[in-house]
């Protein structure tokens, strides 16, 4: 599928080709597949020496940054230091959303979607309309929504998990306790683990050599997108 991922990222990130990227940073169709490269050999390797046909990997996260806000400053977020990044808009334009699912729905997509990178999706007044539009475009997608929790109410709730929402996850950032809910966990202060793997957040304990030189899969099984149609490799 190295086609489809060029295709992908060509199309995906059109609009982001005249914008100041701000804290992010636009990645090459080469620098994607780069992650893909050795698995993809090594399926070819396979299939030569068995005769036999090994589907090449795709990504199995999608997460994409619906909207450019937060309603939050937590220290340990970029967020905290730049608000409102340059070349950032407040919400993905619908064209670059319409064609990250166009793109997901022709690449029959089974993994899970979130909505969210930097951002609170719930700002988005609009985030059910989104959610069906996925649901009902790229069914093999489990809809998992990362949110704080602040503007999670119990109407919200339901009109999500009706929209095709199959879990919430709140991260309690400020320790806020909220309702039990079926399809909902919540995540307290204490649960988080912060590693400083980059070594920038002064306030935390600086990372262990084991923890900064362990390797990250996480570009070889995700794709994620910015609000502003950027491919991000991280």
Known sequence: RAQDLLAFQHQISFK????????????SAGQ????YVPRVAQASTSSALNHEPLPAPLFTVVEAEVNG?????????PVSLNPRPAGVPRLMSDEAFETLVSELARLEFVGRFSHHFLNEPLLRRDLEDLVRRI??????????????????????YRTLLAAGVAEIIVTSHRGTVHPERDQQHVQLPSEITLSNRGGYLAHLPMATPAQRFTPCFAPSEMLIVGANGDILLC
């Not at 982001?16 to 990645?27: C, D, E, I, V, Y």
């Not at 994607?32 to 992650?35: E, F, G, M, P, R």
């Not at 806000?69 to 977020?77: A, D, F, G, K, V």
């Open 16 to 27: 982001s080709q005249a914008s100041t990227p701000g804290l992010r940073s636009q990645l």
């Open 32 to 35: 994607i597949l780069a992650c």
């Open 69 to 77: 806000r937060c309603n939050l400053r937590c220290t340990y977020c």
């Open 135 to 156: 649901a009902q475009d790229v069914p093999g997608a489990r809809q998992i929504l990362h949110t704080n929790g602040d503007l999670l109410t119990e109407s919200r």
